[in-house]
């Protein structure tokens, strides 16, 4: 195979893996919310949900057989780093067990069925300045994904 065939067959495989993991977090949900209406004491998942895992893993399996080389421009270094700043900056809000803030949470702690987030990095708390000492504070849920929300102080 070539080099282009090759992007393209990890591109299609990054498309499948996004949309299982999509489909996996999805019957996660589902089988918690059952647990959690039936009142039981341990998540049941679906016969489903084991084979989801395996397409996934399989996916990462055969993504890292073709890991691809490093970026040879530094706009293609750039753009990757600003991926994995984003990919960060979007599991900030992240409770302890990995759940985002409002998600259903397990573990009978501090979460208490609901994640409760991240208790160093609540909505609105300014977390640095810009380089014109412009607040920059970590944004609600609903906004996180929104640029300005980060450069204003919600109000309250």
Same mark, same amino acid.
């Given at each position: 195979m070539t080099d282009p065939t090759i992007t393209d067959l990890?591109?299609? %495989?990054?498309? +499948?893996?996004?949309?299982?993991?999509?489909? @996996?977090?999805?019957?996660?949900?589902? *089988?918690?919310?059952?647990?959690? %209406?039936?009142? +039981?004491?341990?998540?049941?998942?679906?016969? @489903?949900?084991?084979?989801?895992?395996? *397409?996934?893993?399989g996916i990462d399996h055969a993504l890292n057989r073709t890991t691809q080389t490093e970026p040879t421009t530094q706009f293609a270094r750039s753009l990757a780093d600003t991926q994995a700043l984003v990919k960060i900056l979007t599991d900030l809000d992240r409770c302890r067990h990995g759940r985002h803030e409002g998600d259903p949470c397990g573990p009978a702690d501090e979460c208490n069925?609901?994640?409760?987030?991240?208790?160093?990095?609540?909505?609105?708390?300014?977390?640095?300045?810009?380089?014109?000492?412009?607040?920059?504070?970590?944004?609600?849920?609903?906004?996180?994904?929104?640029?300005a929300a980060w450069r204003t102080t919600p109000r309250t």
């Open positions: 990890r591109r299609e %495989l990054e498309k +499948a893996q996004i949309a299982l993991i999509a489909a @996996l977090k999805h019957l996660s949900a589902h *089988a918690e919310m059952n647990a959690a %209406l039936h009142c +039981a004491d341990r998540v049941m998942y679906s016969p @489903l949900h084991a084979k989801v895992e395996s *397409a996934v893993s069925g609901t994640s409760a987030g991240n208790p160093w990095l609540r909505p609105g708390m300014v977390i640095g300045h810009d380089r014109h000492g412009d607040e920059i504070v970590m944004p609600d849920r609903d906004h996180k994904h929104d640029p």
